[in-house]
């Protein structure tokens, strides 16, 4: 059960490493006197233009593999 636990822990860490790495989140911070603000920002458009083109790349990939198969037929 712990390892189980490890790994779902590692798992998330992993992802919200990656979506900051991505430029998908971002922190940034302001102080007013005895007042700390934290804001998270959600990048929204950057999330669907990466989703973009991770799936053409997908489908470019299908269609080379499509290709070199029906060219050694």
Do not use: C, H, P
Not at 3 to 32: C, E, K, N, P, R
Not at 42 to 50: G, P, T
Request: aromatic share 6%; net charge negative.
């Amino acid at each position: 059960m712990k390892s189980a636990i490890l790994v779902v822990v590692l798992l998330v860490a992993g992802v919200v490493g990656l979506s900051f790495y991505m430029g998908w989140f971002t922190l940034s911070s302001s102080s007013d006197g005895n007042k700390d603000n934290v804001t998270l920002t959600v990048d929204k458009d950057k999330i669907q233009e990466d989703k973009d083109d991770a799936v053409n790349k997908v489908q470019g990939l299908g269609r080379e593999t499509k290709e070199e198969t029906t060219a050694t037929e």
